[in-house]
């Protein structure tokens, strides 16, 4: 199953309903998620959001510490109602940037992860431009802080990331049939070591064909689109192999899985940020495929 194009993301709703069962009485608690704006439009530089905890990182659990092992004395965390910035996860280097207040303060953001202690919560890891400064009385919860992002590196992200799905296409409607066992199993889009997993052996014979798909794909200018599924619409497509495990999301009964659509060539399970058409990829290069242990590894990179 495709979980890997998931990572650790919420869908739909920024609230979590947890119905749990103590003896005879059923307890529901609502469980507040961080709002992941940049899911309903990537194309956003910019997001006016709530600051809802200020932390240091010396203050976090143990699991979040180690989310960020650059982190200095005086880095903090900051927690916001909603975020723009994209956290490390399905393969997508997570978003830089900073955040201002309104009287000026700055908070500049070197690295967002979700949360390993607290579901669908989102960190953002970075230092205030004044170091000296309290950081309780620089950045205040219930204060509206302004985000930005690097437009510039999330373009490139977003690119290796579409071109990754473009890939994946690619290779399965080629060799689908061809190579025993044939799935996609996991894939990166970071810039410096981007490729697409798959079970199988694939032959380096097949790379010229790879690629001249992948250039197909790209020149066709296809549409790529975001759609909300529940699981019978993966069933209606004939895409059950790739239902993401609600539980596992720690997703509430009636929330939709976000999906991203490639028209015309494929569709996955995606919480990452896409450009708008598979031309807006650029030119995608297929690197060398690699194969060790029942699964091969197609790289590619964007000259």
Known sequence: MQSVHLGSYNFGLPTLIKITQDGNNLIMTTMQRTYLAFQHNCRL???????????????????????????????????????????????????????????????????????????????????????????????????????????????????????????????????????????????????????????????SKWKDAIQQRVDEYVEKDMAVEIDWWDEDDFRANGMERLIPDRAALGMADGEKFRVVKIVGAETYPCGGTHVQSTRQCGRTMVKKISRAKGTSRVGYFLP
């Open 45 to 203: 530089s910019t997001l006016q959001a709530t600051v809802t905890a200020i932390k240091t990182v010396a203050s976090l659990e143990e699991p979040n510490r180690s989310l960020f092992k650059q982190a200095k004395d005086d880095d903090h965390v900051v927690i916001t109602d909603s975020t723009i910035f994209h956290p490390q996860g399905g393969g997508q280097p997570s978003d830089v940037g900073h955040m201002t207040s309104g009287a000026g303060a700055r908070f500049d953001v070197h690295m967002v992860r979700m949360s390993a202690a607290a579901q669908g919560e989102v960190l953002h890891f970075g230092r205030f431009a004044d170091a000296d400064a309290d950081a309780a009385s620089v950045f205040r919860p219930g204060e509206t802080v302004t985000q930005v992002i690097d437009a510039e590196k999330r373009l490139l992200y977003s690119r290796y990331h579409t071109a990754g799905h473009v890939l994946g296409a690619a290779v399965r409607h080629l060799v689908e049939k061809e190579v025993a066992g044939f799935d996609e199993t996991k894939a990166s889009h970071f810039p410096d070591s981007a490729s697409c997993e798959f079970q199988g052996l694939i032959d």
